[in-house]
């Protein structure tokens, strides 16, 4: 069975700085695994994924992830943080099982410090 | 260009009674996905449906849970004898063939609050 483990529930950093949201998972298969991002009462805006070509992928809104088979994870970073940026993240894997629904990870909730 | 609609975005029950999502997806899309978002919590998945039948079921509830997604309109997820636990966001996403690297896209929500 799939999973997904996103360490920190809470980060905080400040406007500049360097962003790192952490995702690992569990699959016996290769992965598809995928970023979202949540503003307040808002559905979910795909980030970017990784689906076996080329493990960093680039994103929108100046984000990027790197796939790492060895440490099965797939963090996300951004260079310099922006105010814009606070909102929820999740992180996801599809399931290979047959019906491609995804496992999400419990989220991270980020906050932007002026 | 229009994306995943899903209404009402904002729905109260009184306990007992019946509530229903809808759900448009993307234009060209057949496939929906159902997922529900406690509070503080991740989204679950519920139900995969394709036009005209259930593919996959296996994260709805035994009893109360209903979908369906007809040839003809939205899909529809309907919870029947509502009760508060299942005051939650249900968000709904659509993709246009089944493949694990065909990103999900995703409607706004329906919050459903049960008094």
């Known amino acids: 069975a799939q999973s997904v483990t996103q360490l920190g529930s809470h980060v905080s950093v400040s406007e500049g700085a360097l962003v790192l949201l952490r995702c690992n998972y569990s699959?016996?298969?290769?992965?598809?695994l995928f970023w979202y991002v949540q503003y307040p009462n808002q559905g979910l805006q795909l980030l970017l994924k990784?689906?076996?070509?080329?493990?960093l992928v680039k994103g929108i809104n100046g984000f990027e992830a790197e796939f790492k088979k060895s440490e099965t994870s797939f963090h996300l970073t951004k260079p310099s943080a922006h105010m814009s940026d606070a909102a929820e993240y999740f992180c996801?894997?599809?399931?290979?099982?047959?019906?491609?629904?995804?496992?999400f990870g419990t989220g991270t909730r980020l906050k932007v410090l002026a | 260009n229009a994306g995943v609609m899903q209404n009402p975005r904002h729905l109260v029950r009184r306990r007992g009674q019946e509530a229903r999502l809808r759900c448009s997806p993307m234009?060209?899309?057949?496939?929906v996905y159902w997922y529900r978002q406690l509070p503080e919590e991740g989204l679950k998945f519920m139900v995969y449906?394709?036009?005209?039948?259930?593919?996959?079921e296996s994260g709805m509830p035994k009893e109360r849970f209903s979908a369906e997604f007809p040839k003809e309109g939205p899909s529809i997820l309907r919870i029947q004898q509502v009760v508060r636990g299942d005051s939650a966001a249900y968000f709904c996403?659509?993709?246009?063939?089944?493949?694990?690297?065909?990103?999900?896209?995703f409607g706004d929500g329906t919050r459903l609050s049960i008094l």
């Open positions: 996403a659509s993709s246009p063939i089944q493949g694990s690297n065909q990103p999900q896209h």
């Open positions: 699959s016996s298969v290769p992965p598809y």
């Open positions: 990784y689906t076996s070509a080329a493990t």
């Open positions: 996801a894997v599809s399931d290979q099982g047959g019906t491609y629904k995804y496992i």
């Open positions: 234009k060209g899309h057949s496939h």
């Open positions: 449906l394709q036009k005209e039948n259930i593919i996959d």
